[in-house]
């Protein structure tokens, strides 16, 4: 990888804050490449023949992280399958947890900033519980929000205060509608020079 051709923006916030809503909607104006490291870990799940689906399986249902060596190497297969790499990507869902934030920055690439979109539980709660009526995700149901609510508390948060402590993150109220809360993260964007 050279950083010079591969450019990286993390997209974080808890469960249901809308990471991939509004990752969507940058796809559509801005041409971003869009990895969500949960959509590579379902797929790789449901992979015919994966070493790691039963395992992904139980890690995704407790709400836990799954080991890193995975996560990173599906992102890095992803990226490297666009263009080897060449342009502009938001990885969604992805450092969760230290020990990723630190391997992917010095394997793969240093991200510019982090997207964080910050959301009160009982909001997220609300919204996960909705889309569990139809989403057939195997941890939209109260008992696994419950325990990705504590993960990201416990673990995922100190990712985002070490990024912070390095004055790369840009933090976004997401309460308001998905419209309201695109506006302030295209005005987010154009401080940030994209
Ligand atoms: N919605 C969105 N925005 C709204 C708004 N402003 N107002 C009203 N409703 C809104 O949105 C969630 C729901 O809310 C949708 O129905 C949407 O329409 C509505 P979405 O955009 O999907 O939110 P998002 O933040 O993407 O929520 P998601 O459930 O995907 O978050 P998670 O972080 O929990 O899920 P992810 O797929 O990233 O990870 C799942 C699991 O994979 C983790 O728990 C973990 O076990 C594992 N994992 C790892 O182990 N390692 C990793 O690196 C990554 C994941
Ligand atoms: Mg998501």
């Not at 205060?161 to 419209?179: L, M, N, R, W």
Request: net charge negative; hydrophobic share 35%.
């Amino acid at each position: 990888f050279s950083p010079d051709k591969t450019s990286v923006i993390f997209v974080l916030g808890g469960p249901g804050a809308g990471k991939g809503t509004q990752c969507a909607k940058l796809v559509r104006d801005y041409g971003f490449t869009h990895l969500s490291a949960g959509d590579l870990l379902r797929a790789e799940q449901d992979r015919e023949g994966s070493e790691f689906g039963d395992m992904i399986k139980e890690y995704i249902k407790d709400g836990k992280i799954v080991p890193m060596e995975v996560t990173v190497q599906l992102l890095e297969n992803a990226i490297m399958d666009k263009d080897e790499g060449r342009g502009r990507f938001l990885i969604d869902g992805f450092p969760r947890k230290m020990d990723q934030a630190v391997r992917f920055e010095e394997a793969v690439c240093p991200s510019k900033f982090t997207l964080f979109f910050d959301c009160p539980e009982d909001v997220m709660s609300e919204r996960l519980i909705n889309r569990g009526k139809t989403s057939g995700r195997t941890d939209d149901n109260a008992e696994s929000i419950k325990k990705r609510f504590k993960t990201f508390v416990e673990t995922s948060m100190p990712v985002v205060e070490y990024f912070e402590k390095q004055g790369k993150v840009v933090k976004i109220k997401a309460v308001k509608s998905p419209d309201e809360i695109y506006e302030d993260v295209k005005e987010a964007m154009v401080q940030r020079g994209i």
